[in-house]
């Protein structure tokens, strides 16, 4: 077996334990914050988007930092920093006794985490270009069946042993995740460091070209649509399920959207080694429009499982695409400070959206935040169609 497939292989069970470890605990952040004393609708909103905001703001800071150090010591490196680094904050926030501890926490886990783009830039610069869609897809598959089980099994564990034995689960399981990094990963050593002296024409300032910024910009659209409902999620789910048992069903809800996602990243994404990638992003958004209206028409819980997974199932197979049309045009050299920015920009969209859904929640309800999916797709399908025709008449 090629040396970058055993990687791809094994990197996807580490990134899945590692996806897995951090949905134990997180996707049930606005029920655990109750538990550390914020009890006002108006507060359990404020804070759910507080803690939402708050690893995107310092994970946007640091993540093109990191990118630059993965492209000078190695993303083996970064991997590993980031998924020790995880360990420790996930297990703190099973130990905090205030919302300001878990706050801190939470700005520390965007600090000095970041597991998914670490492993996502040691897979874009250790694969063949041509099969960089499917690499790329065949993880983010992992990202999403990591955190479906997690969520799932999560909720079980809180349901019976309560939400801080999540956290600390969620830690141990983080730390088998680092040691098999550690024993099993073989990376380049033609992919970073000294390698890098010699392709200065590739230098940073080539990487931001008018195509990546305009990939950059799609980016940033796709993590603010998906990410805008997703803190309150549980807190809606509340409202149409009840009380009991809501953990449990919240995970089960997480981990049908996570595995729909992972199917899409297995399926979708391999067809952008055979076809076009920015007809096919304009394609998949198009329909993703369609999806938005069943999500808001749906009235129960299972019509809005299935609405929604539906929709997280086409939107999963867009950003393979869009970050291996981001790799194909930057050397192997340079794709750790090419993913820092992608890793950036997308830390923007995940800082942005909570926000936005905390205060369309606190005026008109929770269900009010999805009315905002089909108009904000439909700017993301405007920009794609732009991309597609700027990449068209470049040819």
């Known amino acids: 077996m090629p040396i970058w497939k055993r990687n791809l292989f094994i990197l996807w069970v580490t990134q899945v334990i590692s996806l897995m470890s951090f949905g134990f605990g997180i996707p049930f952040i606005p029920f655990y914050i109750e538990e550390l004393g914020v009890n006002t609708p108006e507060a359990i909103n404020l804070f759910t988007g507080i803690l939402s905001t708050a690893p995107a703001i310092s994970m946007a800071f640091m993540a093109p930092i990191w990118g630059k150090l993965a492209d000078k010591y190695g993303r083996k490196l970064m991997i590993l920093r980031a998924m020790f680094a995880a360990v420790f904050v996930i297990g703190g926030m099973g130990l905090v006794q205030n919302i300001y501890a878990l706050v801190a926490l939470r700005s520390a886990q965007g600090l000095f985490t970041g597991t998914v783009t670490a492993a996502s830039a040691f897979i874009a610069s250790n694969t063949p270009k041509e099969r960089l869609s499917y690499a790329l897809g065949f993880m983010a598959s992992s990202t999403f069946i990591g955190y479906s089980i997690g969520p799932a099994l999560?909720?079980?564990?809180?349901?019976?042993?309560?939400?801080?034995?999540?956290?600390?689960?969620?830690?141990?399981?983080?730390?088998?995740?680092?040691?098999?990094?550690?024993?099993?990963?073989?990376?380049?050593?033609?992919?970073?460091?000294?390698?890098?002296?010699?392709?200065?024409?590739?230098?940073e300032g080539k990487i931001l070209s008018s195509a990546i910024v305009s990939l950059l910009v799609i980016l940033f659209m796709q993590r603010f649509t998906r990410s805008v409902f997703a803190p309150y999620m549980p807190l809606y789910l509340k409202t149409i399920h009840g009380e009991d048992g809501i953990a449990t069903v919240t995970g089960m809800v997480n981990m049908f959207v996570g595995l729909a996602t992972a199917v899409a990243g297995l399926s979708l994404s391999r067809l952008g080694d055979k076809f076009k990638k920015s007809k096919l992003i304009v394609i998949l958004l198009g329909i993703a429009f369609v999806f938005s209206?069943?999500?808001?028409?749906?009235?129960?819980?299972?019509?809005?499982?299935?609405?929604?997974?539906?929709?997280?199932?086409?939107?999963?197979?867009?950003?393979?695409?869009?970050?291996?049309?981001?790799?194909?045009?930057?050397?192997?050299?340079?794709?750790?400070?090419?993913?820092?920015?992608?890793?950036?920009?997308?830390?923007?969209?995940?800082?942005?959206?909570?926000?936005?859904?905390?205060?369309?929640?606190?005026?008109?309800?929770y269900k009010a935040i999805?009315?905002?999916?089909?108009?904000l797709i439909a700017f993301n399908i405007a920009f794609a169609i732009f991309n597609h025709r700027k990449q068209a008449s470049n040819m």
Not at 294 to 307: D, H, N
Not at 312 to 329: K, V, Y
């Open 293 to 365: 209206f069943f999500v808001i028409a749906s009235g129960g819980l299972i019509g809005f499982m299935l609405s929604y997974t539906l929709l997280f199932f086409i939107l999963g197979g867009i950003e393979p695409m869009l970050t291996s049309s981001a790799a194909e045009l930057t050397s192997p050299q340079n794709r750790g400070t090419l993913f820092g920015y992608m890793g950036m920009v997308g830390s923007f969209g995940w800082m942005v959206s909570p926000m936005t859904g905390a205060a369309i929640s606190v005026q008109y309800g």
């Open 370 to 375: 999805l009315f905002i999916l089909p108009v």
């Open 154 to 203: 999560g909720g079980l564990v809180a349901d019976r042993f309560g939400y801080r034995v999540s956290f600390f689960v969620g830690a141990l399981f983080m730390a088998v995740g680092v040691l098999l990094v550690l024993l099993f990963i073989k990376e380049d050593p033609e992919t970073y460091g000294a390698a890098l002296k010699k392709h200065k024409d590739k230098h």
